[in-house]
């Protein structure tokens, strides 16, 4: 089977219906690309930018990110990218910035929020990311946004870097698009508007589901609510879909439920452009959709959609969609 796999490395990923699909990797540090490029990924969908920042006593440097970020576009060479800001808080610290100690850190001062008030760190990163931008097809997605101010301000952030470069004689590529990722029902539920605004969106169904779900996805003791195929959450996803479809924008997915052999046919189905999954899965889940018709699989998954258990849900994704 791994041999049949290892054939499609150079192929591009498409249905058995003819529909071009985007098989990306989600990366933590430069050094994955090696696994990345293995694997045939057609791109990345998540780079998870906290390592940078993480096991050391200060912010990483302009410098040091600017060369993290341009070693992975020019080693991804001309694919598209898509680096997420800073996502720390939550379940990630950073001792270094004396972070306030907080009762529910997974509803607190993380991501967005976090880069929003500590803007000087923040624009460090999006300088970086912006000189880097030269060097590749970069995306900048930002994290945890929950509401339409967030993204407007740190857009306009973006904005006001790039200038700042312009004025110094420094080259920022021409078009970057920007994107957010879905962690927050606010936004599923608001995807209509947002997509009037973003370039993209990118599904994080880790945070997603334990946001909906009201279940901390750390705990054992609630695991049995973190439940990838609830029919809440699949209306969610569908709901980001459809929106962004009507503004011609693309809707991704780079949570763990994008690389998941049961979720893939639902995913496909409910029309999801973009799937980035750790490298090791790629070319089984290309191998599989190369097989799968989006066509027929629509009706099957609106349908798992109107299900009213997420047990049922699974029981007829397994029965109905799974070739
Ligand atoms: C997610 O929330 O699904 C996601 C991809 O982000 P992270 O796992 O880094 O929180
Ligand atoms: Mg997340």
Not at 149 to 161: G, L, S, T
Not at 212 to 226: F, G, H, I, P, Q
């Given at each position: 089977?791994?041999?049949?796999?290892?054939?499609?490395?150079?192929?591009?990923?498409?249905?058995?219906?003819?529909?071009?699909?985007?098989?990306a990797?989600?990366?933590?540090?430069?050094?994955?690309?090696?696994?990345?490029?293995?694997?045939?990924?057609?791109?990345?969908?998540?780079?998870?930018?906290?390592?940078?920042?993480?096991?050391?006593?200060?912010?990483?440097?302009?410098?040091?990110?600017?060369?993290?970020?341009?070693?992975?576009?020019?080693?991804?060479?001309?694919?598209?990218?898509?680096?997420?800001?800073?996502?720390?808080?939550?379940?990630?610290?950073?001792?270094?910035?004396?972070?306030?100690?907080?009762?529910?850190?997974?509803?607190?001062?993380?991501?967005?929020?976090?880069?929003?008030?500590?803007?000087?760190?923040?624009?460090?990163q999006?300088?970086?990311?912006?000189?880097?931008?030269?060097?590749?097809?970069?995306?900048?997605?930002?994290?945890?946004i929950?509401?339409?101010?967030?993204?407007?301000?740190?857009?306009?952030?973006?904005?006001?870097?790039?200038?700042?470069?312009?004025?110094?004689?420094?080259?920022?590529?021409?078009r970057?698009?920007?994107?957010?990722?879905?962690?927050?029902?606010a936004?599923a539920?608001?995807?209509?508007?947002?997509?009037?605004e973003?370039?993209?969106?990118?599904?994080?169904?880790?945070?997603?589901i334990?946001y909906?779900?009201?279940?901390?996805?750390?705990?054992?003791?609630?695991?049995?609510?973190?439940q990838?195929?609830?029919?809440?959450?699949?209306?969610?996803?569908?709901?980001?879909?459809?929106?962004?479809?009507?503004?011609?924008?693309?809707?991704?997915?780079?949570?763990?439920?994008?690389?998941?052999?049961?979720?893939?046919?639902?995913?496909?189905?409910?029309?999801?452009?973009?799937?980035?999954?750790?490298?090791?899965?790629?070319?089984?889940?290309?191998?599989?959709?190369?097989?799968?018709?989006?066509?027929?699989?629509?009706?099957?998954?609106r349908?798992?959609?109107?299900?009213s258990?997420?047990?049922?849900?699974?029981?007829?994704?397994?029965?109905?969609?799974i070739?």
């Open positions: 089977q791994r041999a049949t796999w290892a054939k499609l490395v150079n192929e591009k990923t498409v249905t058995a219906d003819g529909v071009r699909i985007e098989l990797a989600n990366i933590g540090t430069p050094e994955d690309i090696e696994s990345v490029l293995k694997n045939g990924a057609e791109g990345i969908g998540l780079y998870r930018t906290e390592f940078l920042y993480m096991g050391r006593t200060q912010l990483p440097s302009e410098e040091e990110q600017y060369n993290a970020y341009k070693t992975v576009l020019e080693k991804m060479d001309g694919k598209p990218v898509v680096i997420r800001t800073l996502d720390i808080g939550g379940d990630k610290e950073l001792p270094y910035l004396n972070m306030p100690k907080e009762l529910n850190p997974f509803l607190g001062f993380r991501a967005i929020r976090l880069c929003l008030e500590m803007q000087d760190m923040f624009r460090v999006l300088r970086a990311l912006l000189r880097a931008s030269m060097f590749g097809n970069l995306k900048i997605m930002f994290p945890m929950a509401t339409l101010e967030e993204f407007r301000q740190a857009k306009q952030i973006v904005e006001e870097e790039k200038a700042k470069l312009i004025a110094e004689g420094i080259s920022v590529a021409g970057i698009e920007i994107g957010i990722m879905v962690e927050v029902p936004i539920l608001l995807a209509d508007v947002f997509a009037k973003v370039d993209f969106f990118s599904i994080g169904t880790n945070d997603l334990q909906t779900m009201a279940a901390d996805r750390m705990n054992e003791k609630v695991s049995y609510l973190y990838p195929y609830h029919p809440a959450l699949l209306r969610l996803i569908d709901m980001v879909i459809q929106a962004a479809h009507k503004e011609g924008k693309w809707a991704g997915m780079c949570g763990e439920m994008a690389g998941d052999p049961v979720a893939i046919p639902l995913l496909l189905g409910l029309g999801l452009d973009e799937f980035s999954m750790s490298a090791s899965s790629i070319l089984q889940a290309r191998n599989m959709m190369k097989k799968l018709s989006r066509e027929e699989l629509e009706a099957h998954a349908k798992a959609m109107t299900m258990t997420g047990e049922e849900a699974v029981r007829y994704v397994k029965q109905w969609l070739p």
